[in-house]
């Protein structure tokens, strides 16, 4: 967002005295997410990541494994070739290099945290942690779930609108493969995603009913079983979590301010995928801000369009998705059916919206899994 602003001329400022730098997340970015930015990395060496080449499902040791389109990213140019599904990135390479490509286009960079946030007559004033003030039309809030523009200009999350994840890079191993374990206690899945020279290991889940200290001892003993050898570095982080109220109750914009990706709660309830929305909201807020009238009724309205559905959709199967009665017909149908591994493939790479994919498992004729999802969507309603 900052890379389009400042090209189409805007004054920008990058307040954030940490990047670029790694942090605690799986880092998988799906073709659909690289084509969001493909022009702003056009030019410039695409980030080091590894291309996934299959997915590996599991449930009480029963798996099933469903290949991925995986094109390696180029040496540079064009950041992502038609069809890869998902490519791991460290976030400090990726992060990166669109903080470069932003720097480069235009923007200010200002290498401190920003300590306070406050509306003004005219915008928004962000007072830094040496004293000094910003006055800006429009603050755009791109700083997480713990966003201070969203403490003192909305409201923080609740407890119970955020999951926790937590986990470990193992240093030494990779690999081409995700794995992604069902947990139905506490409800959620543990992963293991591969990077050039460790996996990220982890398990996510609610923090209303989990801790961080239940979830690492979980993710600890998946490590010993599963033998991944290397050297462990623990991480924890909160992902927003909502409901399909909260989604659909969601205005994260008003008078000077803005909020896009995490800081917004842009964020499947089910994979907790966020990379995606939080560049597609950048996007929309970009948009209306250079639309110039009417900016925060825009930016709702076009979330409303664009985005929020599909999250209130999968925030409604959320519940029981990862109950074993569903989990167990995944399982058993992806080792079954190619088609289903077809849609599943499809829905790791953002493909497959929730919208209609009670509708394509139908189509499978594999009655039970669309029965099932059919099912968890009206006692959601």
């Known amino acids: 967002m900052a890379w389009r602003l400042a090209r189409a001329g805007a004054h920008v400022a990058l307040v954030d005295g940490s990047h670029p730098r790694e942090k605690p997340c799986g880092g998988g970015v799906t073709g659909r997410a690289l084509r969001l930015v493909s022009a702003q990395l056009s030019g410039a060496p695409v980030p080091h990541g590894v291309a996934v080449e299959r997915a590996v499902f599991v449930q009480n040791g029963a798996r099933a494994v469903v290949s991925l389109p995986a094109s390696p990213p180029p040496a540079h140019g064009t950041a992502v070739t038609s069809g890869t599904a998902l490519i ?46 910003i006055e800006a039309r429009w603050i755009v809030g791109a700083d997480g779930a713990n966003s201070l523009v969203r403490r003192r200009l909305l409201a923080p999350f609740s407890r119970a609108e955020l999951s926790i994840a937590t986990g470990f890079f193992v240093h030494g191993p990779t690999s081409r493969d995700i794995i992604v374990e069902f947990e139905s206690r506490p409800a959620g899945y543990l992963w293991s995603f591969p990077r050039a020279d460790h996996l990220a290991v982890g398990i996510c889940a609610q923090a209303d009913r989990s801790t961080a200290a239940e979830l690492r001892a979980v993710a600890s003993r998946w490590i010993a079983r599963e033998r991944f050898e290397g050297t462990p570095e623990p991480y924890s982080w909160p992902i927003p979590s909502l409901s399909a109220r909260a989604i659909e109750q969601q205005r994260p914009a008003g008078h000077g301010w803005l909020l896009v990706g995490d800081a917004a709660g842009l964020v499947d309830p089910i994979t907790r995928e966020g990379i995606f929305f939080a560049l597609q909201s950048a996007d929309l807020a970009a948009d209306a801000i250079l639309g110039g009238r009417d900016v925060p009724a825009r930016f709702r309205e ?12 999968a925030a409604a199967l959320k519940d029981g998705f990862f109950q074993p009665r569903l989990t167990g017909l995944l399982i058993h149908a992806l080792r079954a059916s190619p088609k289903i591994g077809a849609v599943m493939a499809d829905l790791v790479a953002g ?22 999802l059919a099912r968890l969507r009206r006692a959601r309603r």
């Open 351 to 372: 493909e497959q919206p929730y919208r209609t994919l009670a509708r394509r498992l139908l189509r499978t004729f594999e009655f039970g899994l669309a029965l099932e």
């Open 88 to 133: 791991i990135f460290p976030r400090a390479d990726f992060d990166g290099r669109l903080y470069d490509s932003a720097v480069a286009a235009g923007a200010a960079p200002v290498h401190e945290r920003a300590r306070d946030v406050e509306a003004t007559s005219t915008g928004a004033r962000v007072r830094l942690e040496r004293g000094a003030a």
């Open 302 to 313: 076009s979330l409303g369009d664009e985005i929020l559905p599909e999250l209130a959709r």
